[in-house]
């Protein structure tokens, strides 16, 4: 892995609507590729254009740029911490561009709503509470319930129990947080066991909300990547895939119904909603008039 630093022209994306899935309608991305190296990551995707998944890019300019757009800004909405990279990958201990961006975002009274896969995300607890008076919202995105198979298929993230370890420090401090149980992997994770276990984890971590995804997409290069990884690890895997994919953008899991019903119920018994709370201004409004 090598490191490199540049300096960007922008710092936000803004979407025209905020996406569906997290209601995130600005993405702040401080850094390009990810330490995480998942084995199914989107990124490694042509239409992204990084050369090299593995280099990690540092932003040198970020926090300026940040400080400038969010002032000028006239919508005051979500903002997603990156949707190529981990806001929080091992490189944040060192460079701490997402602890000083969550200090400008403090100050503009922004939403924020944090995805990530590391524990290192406690270390801001502080500011995320911060933060929550306006409205943030933390997810975990977490695969399998085992940690030898999160190791595996995402060698650069802490394993799972490190995770769930993190998300309840952060509800213990009332921080909202939940679990983005996605993508569970055909023929790998998508397994009755594997979603009871999680469900039962993250009730015991104070999520109040899951989001799954029970397949994954596959294209290009991310395919290419993600069958060689799947042709090593795991060959009985590989082989189903060979025999069922068709080349098709989404790949759904065979046990799709059957997940989806067995989650619908956890979520009913655990009282986990199955949706992210989002940033609704009025109800800021309706906070100070009471
Ligand atoms: S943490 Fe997210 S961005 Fe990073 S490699 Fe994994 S899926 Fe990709």
């Known amino acids: 892995?090598?490191?490199?630093?540049?300096?960007?022209?922008?710092?936000?994306?803004?979407?025209?609507?905020?996406?569906?899935?997290?209601?995130?309608?600005y993405?702040?991305?401080?850094?390009?590729?990810?330490?995480?190296?998942?084995i199914y990551c989107d990124s490694r995707s042509s239409c992204y254009r990084i050369e090299?998944?593995?280099?990690?890019?540092?932003?040198?300019?970020?926090?300026?740029?940040?400080q400038k757009e969010l002032k000028s800004l006239k919508e005051k909405n979500t903002i997603g911490t990156g949707s190529m990279n981990d806001a929080y990958m091992p490189i944040?201990?060192?460079?701490?561009?997402?602890?000083?961006?969550?200090?400008?975002?403090?100050r503009y009274k922004f939403p924020l709503h944090v995805i990530t896969k590391s524990d290192l995300v406690v270390r801001d607890i502080d500011l995320i509470k911060e933060i929550s008076r306006v409205h943030a919202v933390v997810s975990f995105s977490i695969t399998s319930a085992n940690?030898?198979?999160?190791?595996?298929?995402?060698?650069g993230a802490p394993v799972t129990s490190k995770r769930f370890a993190a998300m309840k420090k952060l509800s213990d401090?009332?921080?909202?947080?939940?679990?983005?149980?996605?993508?569970?992997?055909?023929?790998?994770n998508d397994t009755p066991e594997n979603?009871?276990?999680?469900?039962?984890?993250?009730?015991?971590a104070g999520a109040s909300y899951?989001?799954?995804?029970?397949?994954?997409?596959?294209?290009?290069?991310?395919?290419?990547?993600?069958?060689?990884?799947?042709?090593?690890?795991?060959?009985?895997?590989?082989?189903?895939?060979?025999?069922?994919?068709?080349?098709q953008y989404a790949y759904m899991s065979p046990n799709q119904k059957e997940l989806e019903n067995r989650l619908k119920l956890l979520c009913q018994k655990h009282q986990i909603n199955m949706a992210i709370p989002y940033y609704k201004p009025e109800d800021i409004i309706q906070t100070k008039l009471f």
């Open 92 to 106: 944040e201990e060192t460079m701490g561009l997402t602890r000083k961006a969550l200090e400008v975002i403090v």
């Open 173 to 188: 401090a009332g921080i909202t947080t939940g679990v983005t149980l996605m993508p569970i992997l055909p023929h790998i």
């Open 210 to 247: 899951i989001l799954p995804s029970f397949g994954l997409t596959l294209r290009d290069k991310q395919k290419d990547y993600f069958f060689k990884k799947l042709e090593n690890f795991f060959p009985e895997a590989y082989r189903e895939y060979i025999k069922n994919y068709k080349g």
């Open 52 to 66: 090299n998944f593995e280099d990690i890019i540092i932003k040198e300019n970020a926090i300026e740029l940040l």
């Open 27 to 38: 993405s702040m991305n401080l850094y390009r590729g990810c330490q995480h190296q998942c």
């Open 195 to 204: 979603i009871t276990l999680i469900t039962e984890q993250a009730k015991e």
């Open 147 to 155: 940690d030898q198979l999160s190791s595996i298929i995402e060698p």
């Open 1 to 25: 892995m090598a490191v490199h630093h540049t300096k960007a022209r922008t710092i936000l994306t803004r979407y025209k609507t905020a996406d569906p899935w997290f209601h995130i309608k």
